[in-house]
């Protein structure tokens, strides 16, 4: 099978690499879905679930209320928004998946040999970026989700589970379409430089 597979890799490079990535990321979202709920529920044992954190409005909900890029309204979901508890458990989350992301891309994936502080820093600016656009467009999910799965189908917290289940995926699925092409560009493979000659090397032909 190794060998089956180093074959592939030869023949379809770009290919090999994007099913390497696919793993990869999955298993980073297998562990994110690990995380999450653990996290969440540490988080649930504060009062930062009656601490709002809704910041940044950018326009309005069909209802006329004020729609946030980071809208975790005060109280425990789904009649609140799960409060800074939410949001951090959220962010952590995340931000330890993508770190281990990181590595695991740049080393196992597009095997690179570029600048680690400059990937890093490429990748600390995209990672913002997609964090900013899908905390924004979580508003438009979130509530409905939380609403069917304790709610509408009655399942309580078991629903509030399946409810991060969805949502956590529905986050790592924006993720990976957005960063499999930033991970082309940042981690490159950069030709190394060859060694000069040794002075004296013997197998150096001299002219008379």
């Known amino acids: 099978m190794r060998a089956a597979w180093r074959s592939f890799a030869e023949k379809r490079p770009g290919i090999a690499q994007f099913v390497v990535f696919f793993v990869l990321s999955n298993g980073i979202t297998?562990?994110?879905?690990?995380?999450?709920?653990?996290?969440?529920?540490?988080?649930?044992m504060t009062s930062l679930v009656d601490t709002s954190f809704q910041v940044w409005p950018i326009g309005s909900n069909p209802d006329g209320s004020q729609y946030f890029v980071?809208?975790?309204?005060?109280?425990?979901?789904?009649?609140?928004?799960?409060?800074?508890?939410?949001?951090?458990?959220?962010?952590?989350?995340?931000?330890?998946?993508?770190v281990i992301n990181f590595f695991a891309q740049r080393n196992i994936t597009f095997k690179s040999n570029s600048s680690v502080a400059k990937a890093a820093s490429w990748y600390a600016?995209?990672?913002?970026?997609?964090?900013?656009?899908?905390?924004?467009?979580?508003?438009?999910?979130?509530?409905?989700?939380?609403?069917?799965f304790i709610d509408t189908w009655n399942m309580g917290g078991t629903g509030e589970t399946l409810a991060d289940v969805v949502t956590m995926?529905?986050?790592?699925?924006?993720?990976?379409?957005v960063f499999f092409p930033i991970f082309k560009v940042i981690?490159?493979?950069?030709?190394?430089?060859?060694?000069p000659a040794a002075a004296g090397d013997p197998t150096e032909v001299r002219s008379a």
């Open 30 to 44: 297998v562990l994110q879905l690990a995380l999450m709920p653990a996290i969440k529920w540490v988080f649930g």
């Open 169 to 177: 995926i529905i986050n790592s699925a924006i993720s990976f379409w």
């Open 70 to 98: 980071f809208d975790y309204a005060a109280g425990a979901l789904p009649a609140g928004g799960g409060g800074l508890a939410y949001f951090l458990a959220v962010q952590i989350t995340l931000l330890i998946a993508q």
């Open 187 to 195: 981690f490159r493979q950069e030709p190394e430089e060859a060694a």
């Open 125 to 148: 600016i995209a990672y913002v970026i997609i964090t900013l656009v899908a905390a924004a467009l979580q508003g438009l999910y979130k509530a409905p989700i939380y609403d069917l």
